[in-house]
T-cell receptor
Framework: DTGVSQDPRHKITKRGQNVTFRCDPISEHNRLYWYRQTLGQGPEFLTY????????KSRLLSNRFSAERPKGSFSTLEIQRTEQGDSAMYLC???????????????FGSGTQLSVL | AQKVTQAQTEISVVEKEDVTLDCVYE???????LFWYKQPPSGELVFLIR??????QNEISGRYSWNFQKSTSSFNFTITASQVVDSAVYFC????????FGSGTKLNVKP
């Protein structure tokens, strides 16, 4: 297993366009997280899944953002009607969490750098 | 709401010095996990250490050690005999199912 992979690495789009990012987690990991990071800041939580169920979504996230994880494997994050303020690094991470071992550490992908012009 | 404070924005040390990175968090949860991550200039976040809230025994792993005090909600991280390759941004990340990241401490290790 090569770790968490994200596609694309970079995305440049015009304001108002829709964009979609993909994340392939480590195969045996049951949890998948999306974070957003801007320069000089720590990662900001967006949403997370346990298997195919989306368990939580940040209240800061507008309804232009949606995420899916069909079949509990890969995940997609879509941003509709992009705005310049959406420009950021979008990070995906996965972890293995179970009752007997608690919360496992996050393994991060390299991220998708979004630039909205 | 959970909150993480890393009061040190940037620290500069000379190689071989020890350095401690501070982290204070707020929570009403009684059971949780604590993590430290490193983000080198290359950008990818790397896991360093994990601690659970119900075991306050402090540990050492190689050049890394940590001091967890539940009573003060602090989880400090120490690098012993720092090296230039330790230069990075370090994030404290308590986890209450989802992970909360502090704003990070940028560590500069000079030769």
């Amino acid at each position: 297993d090569t770790g968490v992979s994200q596609d694309p690495r970079h995305k440049i789009t015009k304001r108002g366009q829709n964009v979609t990012f993909r994340c392939d987690p480590i195969s045996e990991h049951n949890r998948l997280y999306w974070y957003r990071q801007t320069l000089g800041q720590g990662p900001e939580f967006l949403t997370y899944f346990q298997n195919e169920a989306q368990l939580e979504k940040s209240r800061l996230l507008s309804n232009r953002f949606s995420a899916e994880r069909p079949k509990g494997s890969f995940s997609t994050l879509e941003i509709q009607r992009t705005e310049q303020g959406d420009s950021a690094m979008y990070l995906c991470a996965s972890s293995l969490s179970a009752v007997h071992r608690g919360q496992g550490e996050l393994f991060f992908g390299s991220g998708t750098q979004l630039s909205v012009l | 709401a959970q909150k993480v404070t890393q009061a040190q924005t940037e620290i500069s040390v000379v190689e071989k010095e020890d350095v401690t990175l501070d982290c204070v968090y707020e929570t009403r949860d009684t059971t949780y996990y604590l993590f430290w991550y490193k983000q080198p200039p290359s950008g990818e976040l790397v896991f360093l250490i994990r601690r659970n809230s119900f075991d306050e025994q402090n540990e050492i792993s190689g050049r890394y050690s940590w001091n967890f005090q539940k009573s003060t909600s602090s989880f400090n991280f120490t690098i012993t005999a720092s090296q230039v390759v330790d230069s990075a941004v370090y994030f404290c990340a308590p986890s209450f199912n989802k992970f909360y990241f502090g704003s990070g401490t940028k560590l500069n290790v000079k030769p």
